[in-house]
């Protein structure tokens, strides 16, 4: 076998699912199913009720639960092999998922003191960099026209007062 075929397999091979995804469905089945109960409560589609207040939330709910069951289906099919909770703990909170974690807390706290747009630009910048390292110059673009964006809409177009 050449050196290109060899490489065009492995290339070829879909990743293996982490384990611990049929967990996660049934967490986001018992979440979403909730959701959709709590929706019924209000009048909407499913009282016959097409524009009422419940609608929206009974459509995106139920479509939550739809997705969440198909997901679970397509990985039965494929033959998935369920892991255990420490792999599904170990997959979860990885190193970048806990630094994530972590700069959500401090932005909540620092949002209080900076206010919103040096917190954001500032959380913005810093959670980019730290997934990549590549061109500060880049994400401080990115950051600062994303916070600019969103002054524009919120606080001029929706007059909506800004932490």
Known sequence: ???????????????????????????????????????????????????????????????????????????????????????LAHYLFNKEVLILLAAIILYGWLVEILHFIPTTILFLILTMYVFDRKQFVKKLIISVGTVAVLVLIFKTLFQVILP
């Open 1 to 87: 076998m050449s050196e290109e075929s060899s490489k065009e397999q492995t290339a070829a091979e879909p990743k293996p699912s982490p384990k611990g995804e049929l967990k996660m469905c049934a967490l986001l089945l018992v979440i979403s199913g909730a959701l959709f109960v709590d929706s019924l409560k209000v009048d909407g589609i499913f009282q016959g009720v097409s524009n009422g207040p419940g609608s929206i939330p009974q459509l995106v709910s139920g479509l939550l639960v739809l997705m969440v069951i198909s997901v679970a289906v397509s990985l039965l099919v494929k033959g998935y092999k369920e892991g255990s909770f420490k792999e």
